[in-house]
């Protein structure tokens, strides 16, 4: 079964700079995709940023960008120039491509991410 | 557009009583549809999918169940409900292709007392 951990259950950045969220899953697929949802404390799930493994090139969506690292099972999130509504809860996602990823995503755990004014 | 409907908002009942969840999605058809429940510090667990009406896979065992009576309809269900059952629930409906996101619902906040 695929795993997704994310090791930093907290972290905090000043407003304007820059933070970097990981995550790594373990798999034994070779064509997966991966994403970032952002949860803020209206519960709401958003999505982020999503990445399909076959492609080297890492996504990137305005401020948020991911570093997608396949042979080391990393996929991190990078948040430039930290705004206060990015304050929220990030969860790192897993789908295999397999079935057509009919039985959803696996989650990780999250990081809550504190921006500081 | 698409859009995803979940209700009520909050719930709070007691122990041994019923559970009924719906959920409804607008704007798509034949969509796989998800329940997921999330606890405090334990990320989002999925409980129910649904590849069509009728056709349901459990994830865990548990004291719920799932129904999906229309295409775009899900309903997760208790007869009795334990304290252990308190939690945010998640529907979620994402399209039959790998690559497609889930797109949740607002939740509802379920407190068994």
């Known amino acids: 079964a695929q795993t997704v951990t994310q090791s930093q259950p907290e972290m905090s ?47 990137t969506e305005n401020r948020f960008s ?12 990078k948040i430039s120039d930290s705004q206060l509504g990015d304050a929220a809860m990030y969860f790192c996602a897993y ?11 696996t989650f990780g755990k999250g990081t809550h991410l504190i921006i500081q004014p | 557009s698409q859009t995803i409907h979940q209700w009520p908002a909050t719930l709070v009942q007691p122990v041994g009583s019923p559970l009924s969840l719906e959920c409804t999605v607008e ?12 606890a405090a510090g334990r990320g989002l667990q999925l409980l129910f999918y649904s590849i069509g009406i009728d056709q349901i896979s459990s994830e865990v065992p548990q004291n ?6 229309q295409d775009r309809q899900f309903i997760l ?17 994402k399209a039959g292709f790998s690559n497609s996101p ?12």
Not at chain 1, 35 to 50: G, H, N
Not at chain 1, 66 to 77: E, M
Request: net charge positive; proline share 4%.
């Open chain 1, 13 to 59: 950045v000043q407003e304007a700079e820059t933070v970097t969220l990981s995550c790594t899953y373990d798999t034994s697929e070779s064509d997966y995709y991966l994403f970032w949802y952002k949860q803020p404390p209206s519960r709401q799930m958003i999505l982020v940023i999503r990445q399909e493994a076959y492609k080297q090139q890492n996504a």
């Open chain 1, 95 to 105: 789908s295999p491509d397999s079935g057509g990823g009919a039985d959803g995503l």
């Open chain 2, 77 to 93: 269900s208790s007869k009795k409900l334990l304290l252990s059952d308190s939690g945010f629930y998640l529907c979620a409906w």
């Open chain 2, 27 to 38: 704007g798509t058809s034949n969509p796989n549809l998800y329940w997921y429940r999330q």
């Open chain 1, 66 to 77: 991911v570093n997608f690292q396949k042979a080391a099972k990393s996929f991190s999130l």
């Open chain 2, 64 to 69: 719920l169940s799932a129904s999906r009576p």
């Open chain 2, 102 to 113: 889930l797109h949740f619902g607002n939740g509802t906040r379920l407190t068994v007392t």
